[in-house]
């Protein structure tokens, strides 16, 4: 999953954890957060997904007019909804939603939001998610997710660092991954590992290792790739005669990355 889309479902994600938390100004947040992650993906999904913006494609759309249909959130999800009329159906609720999170986020009154109002709008965010990139969740599925949100805003005390995200992407025969955490030599192999393993369930060559954490942006030479293979084997974190994580190696990997 590309790093950005991640981003919209984490906002989702936040925006539920906030609306269930006892903090008094979670569902306010919330909302907003939710908001936001609406607006993230129909910006997104014209912009990075399908790429239309410039007028190249069939359907596209000249940057200046692009411009000015996404200056204003009105103007902006008519658009989407004439490109995925699905989403007409929640035209008029988002709307809504957005101007009550307008007044939430620029009004000095003390006017907030129900809890299940929140949850209702994340709902629906959920649903705009599956309509523009097909991506759904059952229910087991997202309450693992919002665990996940929950452990990465509330780390253990045991824990000095927020754990962080780490998304893959199957390129041909290789593995990419990106996170926006700072990665050791034998951490991006063991994250490079994960990825083959879930996305591939085969063990990788050695150069097929190698290229796989170049192409993620952590370049090492062969020589270091062999002396953190032998770190990793002497601390059990992979298996002697594989390149595979062990079940030590992918609990070491949690404790700082969401997998």
Known sequence: MRAWLRD?????????????????????????????????MLIAYVEAYR????????????????????????????????????????EDEINRYHNLRNTLYHSGSPTTVSSSRVM?????ARD??????????????????????????????????IRRSVSYEQVNDLVRFSTDSQVSAKEAISLALHGFAILT???????????????????????VLAARLSDLRKQRLIRKKHLQLTAK??????KKFIL
């Open 120 to 124: 209702k709008y994340s709902k629906i």
């Open 249 to 254: 190696g992918l609990k070491v990997l949690q």
């Open 8 to 40: 919209a479902i984490d906002q989702i994600a936040i925006g539920e954890f906030l609306a269930r938390s006892k903090i008094s100004c979670g569902q306010r947040f919330a909302l907003i957060a939710v908001d936001n992650s609406i607006e993230f």
């Open 201 to 223: 369930g085969a063990t990788p060559h050695r150069d097929s290792l190698l290229k796989s954490v170049a192409m993620s942006g952590y370049p090492i030479t062969s020589k």
């Open 128 to 161: 705009v998610l599956s309509i523009l990139f097909s991506i759904r969740f059952d229910k087991k599925e997202w309450e693992d997710y919002l665990s996940r949100i929950g452990c990465s805003l509330c780390s253990p005390a045991s824990s000095p660092e």
């Open 51 to 90: 790429q239309l913006v410039g007028g190249h494609k069939p359907g596209g759309i000249p940057k200046n007019e692009w411009r000015k249909i996404k200056g204003g959130f009105e103007s902006l999800l008519s658009k989407i909804c004439g490109l995925e009329p699905d989403l007409s159906q929640y």
